[in-house]
């Protein structure tokens, strides 16, 4: 039964930094691919950043780029997203997924690679 847990999200005013936290059990962590999604209020579920299994390698969506880094640490079986410059716009329900490849390239989408189960989320709200 692999579980996903977020944490680390809360109210930032603009400018500000949050990082959120996924912890995962379940599976062989360092033996697989990790991703970060959000969704905004009314809208779809969107990719934000992945990480392969070493964590020598990173995907960052272009709006975030810059701005936020993704990370892992093997050996707490936990996966990170360090969000800095925070706007408005970056309010969302984030969420991590285990991924099912990870694959180097601009035109990847990681949401085509998500499987097994989501996180419950963890809400970032952002005020001007």
């Known amino acids: 039964q692999v579980q996903l847990v977020e944490s680390g999200g809360g109210s930032v005013q603009a400018r500000g930094s949050l990082r959120l936290s996924c912890a995962v059990s379940g599976l062989p962590f360092s033996a697989y691919d990790m991703g970060w999604f959000r969704q905004a209020p009314g809208g779809n579920l969107q990719s934000v950043a992945a990480i392969n299994a070493p964590g020598s390698d990173v995907y960052i969506v272009d709006s975030v780029k810059g701005r936020f880094t993704i990370s892992r640490d093997n050996s707490k079986n936990t996966v990170y997203l360090q969000m800095g410059s925070l706007r408005p716009e970056d309010t969302a329900v984030y969420y991590c997924?285990?991924?099912?490849?990870?694959?180097?390239?601009?035109?990847?989408?990681?949401?085509?690679?998500?499987?097994?189960?989501w996180g419950r989320g963890t809400q970032v709200t952002v005020s001007s």
């Open positions: 997924a285990v991924l099912r490849s990870f694959m180097i390239g601009d035109d990847w989408n990681p949401l085509n690679a998500v499987f097994g189960s």
